[in-house]
C-alpha cells in the first residue's frame, strides 16, 4: 500500500502539478480534494506546457484514473472548457475522469456575491480569484448547496433552482433583478450541464475504497497551500477549504488509516497572491528579480505573485501540521544569479523570537523575520539531474533549508519540466514510492 498526499506548504503555486505529474508513474489513481478552478497546477511536458484547474495533473498520463473528490466545488462551465482543452491536446478524459456525485457546484451568482463581498471590504480585501470558490463553499456549510448529483435529476433541479433565487434575492438585493438570479436561465444553462457531465458523475467515496481495497495506489493533489488553509492558515487571507492534507481524507472519503504518508512542496524562496500578510516579502529589486527569474504570474489569473526569500517559521508551521515526510524543493534553479541569498529562520515581535506561528494577522503582520545570510553559487543549476552535480553553495542551502524545517528533501527541482528533478537516493520518496512499487 501507498497512499501519498501532495500538499503545498506555502502560499500556493510551490510545482504540486509538476510533483504530481512526475509521480503519478508510480500511482494508479490521483484524487483532488479540496478547492476548485482557483487552482493553476502547470506542468511541463518536452516543452509542452499544460494548465490544469479542476482536473488532477495525473490526467496528462492519459492511463490513470483521475478523481474529482467531494471536497472540490466545481464550475461546471469552468470544467467542461478544461476537458475541451485537453481533448483538443488528444489527451483522454471519457474513461479516466471520475467526478463525486457529492461534489458542490459554483453557480453564476457565487461570483457576484464574491465580487460584492471583495468590494465591500475596500483595502482589506482578499484579493481572491474571482471565481465564486468561497461563497459555493459558504452554500455548502448553510446546506443551501446545489451537488453534482441535482444535475442528473431535472424535474428536481428546477425545484432547488427555484426555491435557493428566491432565498439568494432576499441575500443579494444588489443582483436582484438581474439575470444572474433568473431561476429559467440557470435551469436550462444547469440542466444542460448535467447531460454533458452525467458520464463523469459517480461515487468517487465508493470507487476509491473498493480500488484501494483492491490494492490500487492513490495520489492525492492538493491545491492551493497549507498557508492558505481555512482553519490553519493565514486568516481571513485564506482561502475556503482545507487545502492541508488532514483534508484529503474529508475530501474524498478515504479514512486515515489508508494514508502511508504525506510530502510538502516548498519553493527555494516564497510567493503568495492576492492579500494577506508575508514576513519575509521584498518590494525592491529583489523581489522583482524573483519575479522575473521564477516567471511568477498566477497560472490562474495572470496577477503577478508577490515575492520573497524563503520563510522558514511559516514552511515548518506546515511540516507540522501535515507531519511531513519528505520535501521537494523547487524551482532552485531560480536563486542561481544572486549572489547573496537570506533565509528566514525565525521571527522577532516586540525585541522577542517567537517560538510559533501567530494566529493574529496584526502580529504576523509586524512580525521582523531573522535573516541567516549565504553566499549565492551564482551559477546554472537549471535542469541538473544529479545531485553531485550542484554546486557545493548550493547544496549548503539545501542541507539549511532541511534543517530549518527538520525534514529530509526527497527531490530537488531545478527545472519546469517533468525531466529537470534531482531524486534524492536516500530518500523517503526514493524508499516508499519507487523501491515499493509493484507496476
Ligand atoms: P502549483 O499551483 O503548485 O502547481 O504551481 P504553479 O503551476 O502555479 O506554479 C509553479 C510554476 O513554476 C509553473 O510555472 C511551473 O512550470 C514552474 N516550475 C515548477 N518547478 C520549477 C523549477 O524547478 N524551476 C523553474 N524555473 N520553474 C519551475
Ligand atoms: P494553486 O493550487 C496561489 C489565493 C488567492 C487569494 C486567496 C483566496 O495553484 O497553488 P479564493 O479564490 O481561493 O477564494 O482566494 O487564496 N489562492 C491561491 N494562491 N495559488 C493557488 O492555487 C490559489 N488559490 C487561491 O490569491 O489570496
Ligand atoms: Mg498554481
Known amino acids: ?33 479540496q478547492g476548485g478552478h482557483n487552482a493553476g497546477h502547470t506542468v511541463m511536458i518536452n516543452g509542452q506546457q499544460f494548465i490544469l484547474h479542476l482536473i ?113 434575492k432576499r441575500l443579494i438585493a ?22 454533458q457531465l452525467r458520464e463523469f458523475i459517480v461515487d468517487t467515496a465508493f470507487l476509491l475504497n473498493e480500488k484501494i481495497q483492491n490494492g490500487s495506489r492513490v495520489l492525492f493533489e492538493g491545491a492551493q ?8 492558515g493565514t486568516y481571513p487571507y485564506v482561502t475556503s477549504s482545507n487545502s492541508m492534507a ?17 510530502i510538502g512542496i516548498a519553493k527555494a524562496y516564497t510567493t503568495r497572491v492576492g492579500g494577506g500578510p508575508f514576513p519575509t516579502e521584498l518590494s525592491g529589486s529583489i523581489g522583482e528579480k524573483l519575479r522575473q527569474q521564477g516567471a511568477e504570474f498566477g497560472a490562474s489569473t495572470g496577477r503577478p505573485r508577490r515575492c520573497g526569500w524563503f520563510d522558514g517559521p511559516a514552511t515548518s508551521y506546515s511540516v507540522i501540521l501535515n507531519n511531513l515526510q519528505a520535501i521537494v524543493i523547487t524551482k532552485l534553479d531560480v536563486l542561481d544569479e544572486f549572489e547573496e541569498i537570506q533565509i528566514c529562520t525565525g521571527y522577532s515581535y516586540r525585541g522577542n523570537r517567537l517560538n510559533e506561528f501567530p494566529a ?8 521582523k523575520p531573522i535573516y541567516k545570510s549565504i553566499p549565492g553559487w551564482t551559477c546554472s543549476t537549471a535542469g541538473i539531474r544529479n545531485y553531485d552535480e550542484l554546486p557545493s553553495k548550493a547544496k549548503d542551502y ?28 536516500d530518500s523517503w520518496i526514493n524508499k516508499v514510492i519507487y523501491s515499493n512499487n509493484h507496476k
Request: charged residues 25%; glycine residues 10%; hydrophobic residues 40%.
Open 225 to 232: 497551500g497549507t498557508l492558505l488553509d481555512i482553519d490553519h
Open 1 to 33: 500500500m501507498a497512499n501519498v498526499i501532495i500538499i503545498g506548504a506555502q502560499w500556493g503555486d510551490e510545482g504540486k502539478g509538476k510533483i504530481v505529474d512526475l509521480l503519478t508513474d508510480q500511482f494508479d489513481i490521483v484524487a483532488r480534494y
Open 56 to 168: 488532477p495533473s495525473g490526467i496528462l498520463r492519459g492511463n490513470r484514473m483521475c478523481i474529482i473528490g467531494t471536497g472540490v466545488v466545481i464550475d461546471p462551465k469552468a470544467l467542461l472548457e478544461e476537458v475541451r482543452m485537453l481533448e483538443e491536446a488528444n489527451i483522454k478524459v471519457r474513461g479516466n475522469l471520475f467526478i463525486s456525485n457529492r461534489a458542490h457546484l459554483i453557480l453564476p451568482y457565487h461570483r457576484a456575491q464574491e465580487q460584492a463581498s471583495e468590494n465591500a471590504r475596500g483595502s482589506k480585501k482578499i484579493g481572491t480569484t474571482a471565481r465564486g470558490i468561497g461563497p459555493a463553499y459558504e452554500d455548502k456549510m448553510a446546506r443551501r448547496g446545489l451537488r453534482m448529483t441535482d444535475l442528473l435529476d431535472p424535474k428536481a433541479l428546477k425545484k432547488i433552482i427555484f426555491g435557493i433565487t428566491e432565498e439568494k
Open 174 to 195: 444588489s443582483v436582484n433583478g438581474s439575470s444572474l438570479l433568473d431561476p429559467n436561465q440557470i435551469y436550462s444553462e444547469y440542466v444542460s450541464y448535467g447531460e
Open 360 to 367: 493574529e494577522i496584526k502580529v504576523l503582520e509586524s512580525v
Open 398 to 425: 539545501l542541507q539549511m533549508l532541511s534543517d530549518i524545517t527538520k525534514t529530509e528533501f526527497s527531490f530537488i527541482s531545478t527545472g519546469p519540466d517533468r525531466e529537470h528533478t534531482i531524486l534524492m537516493a
Open 246 to 262: 488532514g483534508g484529503a481524507c474529508v475530501g474524498t472519503g478515504v479514512a486515515p488509516s489508508w494514508i502511508t504518508g504525506t
